[in-house]
T-cell receptor, first 118, second 114 residues
Framework: GAVVSQHPSRVICKSGTSVKIECRSL??????MFWYRQFPKQSLMLMAT?????????EQGVEKDKFLINHASLTLSTLTVTSAHPEDSSFYIC??????????????FGPGTRLTVT | QQQVKQSPQSLIVQKGGISIINCAYE??????FPWYQQFPGKGPALLIA?????SEKKEGRFTISFNKSAKQFSLHIMDSQPGDSATYFC?????????????FGKGTKLSVIP
């Protein structure tokens, strides 16, 4: 149980184009999903918190107009990197927290998406 | 300001030995402390987690020791195996605006040699 998928696993795009990454909770409903960015050999940096049916909350320094997040259902959140540039190249990882009547702390992570902007 | 400090940055352990990774935190609002294991090119996987009302939690070969007064917690991997070679992240969580966000340590790269 508690499986999170991401699609695509790898994507290469040209500078100036937009890329959409999907995050799905496969066997549970997730009111809250999180998007992280990880540079090589570094830790995970939280970019934004995504709540189903409402606007995402972005961390300080993250451009909300560049990283568009849509949490359209209890099992799907998407991250769109708009007008991508080489400095956006990174490993993007989502996580999901199961919806429950009591506060559930566990976050389950997807396998990540490697974005390369040329 | 680094809220969760993790050490060592890298660790080499012989097969069968004990791997120990330490973390320290400052914010007493943290009330949930998970450990994640990450293999190259993959997302982190939840290993084990503890809450501050417990001093120790064991699951198989993995044990978390928690010292609330010192604001420190550690992961012990008993009988370490080459398959345990991965990067390990400690994290701490607190409630923020109705959500429970994780703050990660910088990670420890563990290499278990035969």
């Amino acid at each position: 149980g508690a499986v999170v998928s991401q699609h695509p696993s790898r994507v290469i795009c040209k500078s100036g184009t937009s890329v959409k990454i999907e995050c799905r909770s496969l066997d549970f409903q997730a009111t809250t999903m999180f998007w992280y960015r990880q540079f090589p050999k570094q830790s995970l940096m939280l970019m934004a918190t995504s709540n189903e049916g409402s606007k995402a909350t972005y961390e300080q320094g993250v451009e909300k107009d560049k990283f568009l997040i849509n949490h359209a259902s209890l099992t799907l959140s998407t991250l769109t990197v708009t007008s991508a540039h080489p400095e956006d190249s990174s490993f993007y990882i989502c996580s999901a927290r199961e919806t429950s009547g009591k506060p559930v702390r566990e976050q389950y992570f997807g396998p990540g998406t490697r974005l390369t902007v040329t | 300001q680094q809220q969760v400090k993790q050490s060592p940055q890298s660790l080499i352990v012989q097969k069968g030995g004990i791997s120990i990774i330490n973390c320290a935190y400052e914010n007493t609002a943290f009330d949930y402390f998970p450990w994640y294991q990450q293999f190259p090119g993959k997302g982190p996987a939840l290993l084990i987690a503890i809450r501050p009302d417990v001093s120790e939690k064991k699951e198989g070969r993995f044990t978390i020791s928690f010292n609330k007064s010192a604001k420190q917690f550690s992961l012990h991997i008993m009988d370490s195996q080459p398959g345990d070679s991965a990067t390990y992240f400690c994290a701490a969580s607190k409630e923020r605006a109705g959500s429970y966000q994780l703050t990660f340590g910088k990670g420890t790269k563990l290499s278990v040699i035969p």
